[in-house]
C-alpha cells in the first residue's frame, strides 16, 4: 500500500524528504522526514488549523497546497483521501540578480 | 408665612452613602425647617444603619445559609442518581466524532510537485504582514478619563 502513496512522492523534483500521514499517525516517511513524528504533529495542526478559513463564505477551505516556507527548504502540505501528505523540497530561489 | 421649596439635585444613582446635605431646604438665613435637624449623633447612627441595610441586601453569606439534613439512604439514592446520570452524558459525549479532513485534491503528487511560490510572491507576503504587525502593535488605549478615581466622603 505504502508504494502506491509514496511512488509519486519520491518522483517529486528536488524532494529531500517526506510524510505520509493518516488521522491514526504516520503511515509512510522518507528521507529527512523518517520517523519525524514531531514535524508530523506540527503539520497537521497546522494544516487543520489552515483548513478551517474560509473565504467569502464559501463551503470549502481556499487552497490546495499549504507551503511553510524557511530560508533553504520548504514543506509542501495537501490533503487528498483523509491522507495528509508532506514533502520536503530545497528551496533555491533568490533575490533575481538584474545584470 | 413660611416658603420652602425644594432643591432638585442631578444625581441620578443612588449613593451608598446618603449625602444628609441633600434634599435640605435653602432658607434665607432664617431656620425655617419644620423638621428640625436630628443631632450629629443620631445622624451618623442613622447612616450607619443604612449602610449596614444595604450591604445586608447585597451580600449573600454563604456560611450563614441553613442546610437541611439528608438522611443516609437519600443521600446515597441521590449519589447514584447523579452517577447514572453522568454515564449517559459521558457516552454521548466520547460518540462525538471529530472534523474529517477536506480533501484538497485528486492529484496530491501534481500539486506538490507544482513549481514553489516564487521569491517575489513570498516578498510581498512578507512586506504585508510586517505592515500588518506594525499597525496592530500601534493600537493602543485612549483613555478619556480617569480609571482611577477617589470616593468623595463628606
Redesign the interface.
Known amino acids: 500500500m505504502t508504494t502506491a502513496l509514496t511512488q509519486g512522492l519520491e518522483r517529486i523534483p528536488d524532494q529531500i524528504g517526506y510524510l505520509v500521514i493518516s488521522e491514526e499517525g504516520v503511515l509512510a516517511s522518507a528521507g529527512e522526514l523518517e520517523n519525524d513524528e514531531l514535524t508530523a504533529g506540527v503539520i497537521m495542526q497546522m494544516v487543520r488549523t489552515a483548513c478551517r478559513f474560509r473565504l467569502h463564505g464559501t463551503a470549502e477551505p481556499p487552497f490546495k497546497r499549504m507551503s511553510v516556507m524557511f530560508e533553504d527548504y520548504v514543506y509542501a502540505v495537501t490533503i487528498s483521501g483523509q491522507k495528509v501528505f508532506v514533502v520536503k523540497r530545497q528551496n533555491n530561489q533568490r533575490e533575481p540578480v538584474i545584470v | 408665612a413660611t416658603c420652602s421649596f425644594k432643591m432638585v439635585c442631578g444625581i441620578l444613582v443612588k449613593p451608598l452613602i446618603p449625602d444628609p446635605n441633600l434634599n435640605k431646604i435653602p432658607t434665607n438665613g432664617s431656620d425655617r425647617n419644620a423638621d428640625s435637624l436630628p443631632s450629629n449623633r443620631t445622624d451618623e447612627q442613622a447612616l450607619l444603619t443604612t449602610i449596614l441595610q444595604r450591604t445586608a441586601l447585597n451580600i449573600i453569606d454563604v456560611s450563614a445559609v441553613d442546610s437541611q439534613g439528608m438522611e443516609q439512604h437519600e443521600y446515597m439514592d441521590r449519589a447514584r442518581q447523579y452517577s447514572t446520570k453522568l454515564d449517559v452524558l459521558s457516552r454521548t459525549l466520547s460518540q462525538k466524532k471529530?472534523v474529517?479532513?477536506?480533501?484538497?485534491?485528486?492529484?496530491?503528487?501534481?500539486?506538490?510537485?507544482?513549481d514553489?511560490?516564487?521569491?517575489a510572491d513570498?516578498q510581498q507576503v512578507s512586506k504585508i504582514a510586517a505592515y500588518a504587525y506594525s499597525a496592530i502593535s500601534q493600537i493602543k488605549v485612549d483613555a478619556k478619563e480617569e480609571l482611577v478615581v477617589q470616593f468623595a466622603i463628606p
Open positions: 471529530p474529517p479532513l477536506p480533501s484538497l485534491s485528486s492529484q496530491p503528487h501534481q500539486v506538490l510537485a507544482a514553489l511560490v516564487s521569491y513570498v
